[in-house]
């Protein structure tokens, strides 16, 4: 199992949405409004000026990683600087509370 974090630009979260939401074994996603910069923001703005993001997170399996990644990817993408950072997770475990399973049969 993979966790996948994505920061997009806030404009983009529907299209993500959209485009994750028609994966067939994907069981969900979570949404976490952030604030931030990237390596480039800190030299133009400063330190002290944050940028609005949406972070992604995604919890799979490892055979959906790859469409997971790709699909974020087309969806966010604007070509222009900012466009946000994926990144890619070892999972050891998983527990759904409600049945107690475990593993990727809980994902």
Do not use: W
């Not at 199992?1 to 404009?11: F, Q």
């Not at 994750?20 to 969900?28: A, E, Q, V």
């Not at 972070?55 to 699909?71: M, N």
């Amino acid at each position: 199992m993979k966790e996948i974090k994505a920061y997009i630009k806030p404009h983009k979260l529907s299209p993500v949405f959209l485009a994750l939401h028609k994966i067939p074994k994907l069981s969900g996603m979570s949404v976490i409004e952030a604030k931030g910069y990237g390596r480039s923001r800190a030299q133009d703005y400063g330190l002290k000026d944050y940028v609005p993001h949406v972070k992604i997170e995604v919890v799979c399996t490892d055979d959906l990683v790859d469409t997971v990644i790709e699909t974020i990817e087309k969806a966010a993408y604007t070509g222009l600087r900012g466009d946000g950072k994926i990144y890619v997770s070892p999972v050891e475990n998983a527990v759904r509370i409600e049945t107690g399973e475990r593993g990727e049969d809980a994902v």
